[in-house]
């Protein structure tokens, strides 16, 4: 098998075999090319040690910060690569971080090391795929398996057990039943690593194209992190517009919505307050009065913990509130939702009503959609006329009604705000003489 990578990798090896190296591209980057996908990055395992590779590389564009594990950086045209010593790990005692690193000189114990068998592959122009652990059979029969046993290597990094969701998820693998079972047992050890990393593997895990059968079947392991999501399975919804649990809904409604961060974490939280606000009618039908409010202010706290960047809680926050508005597509009513979501995150707020209807009873499918759909020829008449629903785009300033004689800061922004809520609500035009005769009239000038 021969695999195509950047020139300046293929320059590594060869600088590096030459002076009796042995040196591979190594991991992610040999599965994403033996896969057809473009590699994200390059890595490097090589078995000449640290200072062995500085000095056949020569020192001028190499990043030394990482000498202690192992790694030597390379900068080539703008492009970092990171090329570490062959090594097994020491004892884990935190179950994320080795005590030590040892180096060693033989490929097979490095890639023994590794998380995945698809993630144990090496290969070399010349010395061609190196795939002690069968990484290629379970790539082509699209099976995720741990590299030795489960409960040991787990044990060792717990990030591993979120590691795996996320390629099953991205890469439509199933994962082996022993390491499934693993997972299962293991999940609590999720305690030990750290909010960022379980973040920032969750979010790809959301984002992945088969992430609706990963999260259907690993409820409990995200509960470890999420126990708030925990009460929506098996959730049932005795309810017309429903066919599903409140999770299976969930699930549902993630993988239906686009995969962008945002527009994954708010249909992932759209429903969660559901539980703690069900009532059960007189005749048996099940009502959630209230849930947006309380899923929002669960997801809120539940992003913080996890050390989300505040603009996307903000964003998600937002969506989630919004989801069940269901005021009739007039005009007035879509400029005031709008003035609510902001102009550009509204078309959000469409993609996250749809994919909540594509989740729910299709026997009221098409009505929603067809709703949804009036909601987005009022919003795109509004787009053209680039009115944004903000002060700034208000046809009066705070310096127009001081020249009409107010002083008053906080007046003022009171008054503006008041005219915007007008304009709004189309009851005033967005226009200068308009709307400054309409301050005049409420006789507060002197005030
Ligand atoms: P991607 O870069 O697409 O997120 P990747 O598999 O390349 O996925 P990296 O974090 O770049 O992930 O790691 C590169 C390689 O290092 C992996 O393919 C794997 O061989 C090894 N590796 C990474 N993290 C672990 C881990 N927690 N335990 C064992 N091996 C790991
Ligand atoms: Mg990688």
């Known amino acids: 098998m021969k695999l195509i990578m950047p020139e300046a990798v293929k320059a590594i090896i060869d600088t590096l075999e030459q002076n009796g190296y042995e ?13 057809g996908k473009e590699p994200s990055d390059w890595d490097i ?3 000449a040690l640290p200072e062995e590779t500085l000095t056949v590389l020569h020192a001028d564009n190499i990043i030394q910060n990482g000498l202690k594990h192992g790694t030597v950086t390379v900068r080539v045209e703008g492009q970092n690569y990171e090329i570490t010593t062959f090594r097994t790990d020491g004892i884990y005692r935190d179950n994320r971080h080795p005590e030590s690193v040892q180096f060693v000189r033989s490929l097979h114990e490095d890639l023994a090391r590794r998380d995945f068998t698809i993630n144990a592959l090496a290969y070399s122009p010349e010395k061609g795929l190196q795939d002690d652990f069968g990484g290629l059979s379970d790539m082509a029969n699209k099976v995720l398996r741990c590299v030795g046993e489960p409960d040991k290597r787990f044990g060792e990094d717990a990030l591993r057990i979120l590691r795996a969701l996320r ?4 890469l439509g693998f199933s994962i082996e039943p022993v390491t499934a079972e693993s997972i299962h047992r293991n999940a609590a050890l999720l305690h030990h690593i750290s909010a960022e990393r379980i973040f920032s593997e969750l979010v790809k895990l959301l984002q992945g194209g088969h992430a609706e059968q990963v999260l259907l079947a690993y409820p409990d392991v995200l509960g470890v992190f999420m126990p708030e999501i925990l009460p929506m399975a098996g959730f ?8 599903y649990d409140v999770w299976t809904h969930t699930v549902k409604a993630v993988a239906a919505i686009r995969p962008t961060k945002t527009l994954r974490l708010a249909a992932l939280f759209h429903d969660i307050g559901k539980p703690q606000c069900h009532r059960r009618d007189e005749r048996g ?22 050390k989300c960047d505040k603009k996307t809680i903000s964003n998600v926050c937002r969506l989630i509130k919004m989801h069940d508005v269901r005021v009739p597509a007039q005009r007035k009513n879509v400029r005031k939702m709008i003035a ?65 004689g107010m002083t008053d800061g906080k007046r003022i922004g009171q008054c503006l705000n008041r005219l915007l809520e007008k ?3 189309c009851e005033l035009e967005n226009q200068k003489e308009r709307l400054l005769s309409e301050v005049v009239s409420w006789n507060i000038i002197s005030i």
């Open 45 to 47: 395992c090589t078995s």
């Open 167 to 170: 390629f099953a998820s991205v």
């Open 23 to 35: 040196t591979y591209a190594v991991g992610g980057c040999v599965r994403d090319s033996v896969m």
């Open 236 to 243: 049932a919804q005795h309810n017309p517009y429903h066919c």
């Open 340 to 404: 609510k979501t902001g102009m550009e995150r509204f078309p959000d707020l469409l993609e996250l009503k749809r994919a909540d209807a594509k989740a729910q009873s299709p026997q009221h499918l098409q009505e929603t959609l067809d709703y949804v759909d009036a909601l987005e020829a009022v919003y795109r008449e509004e787009a053209a006329k680039d009115n944004d629903f903000t002060l700034r785009t208000l046809a009066v300033n705070g310096r127009d009604l001081q020249a009409l």
């Open 285 to 306: 039908i099940d009502h959630f009065h209230g849930h947006p409010d309380v899923s929002e202010g669960m997801a809120e706290q539940i992003l913080k913990r996890l």
């Open 423 to 425: 304009v709004i609500d």
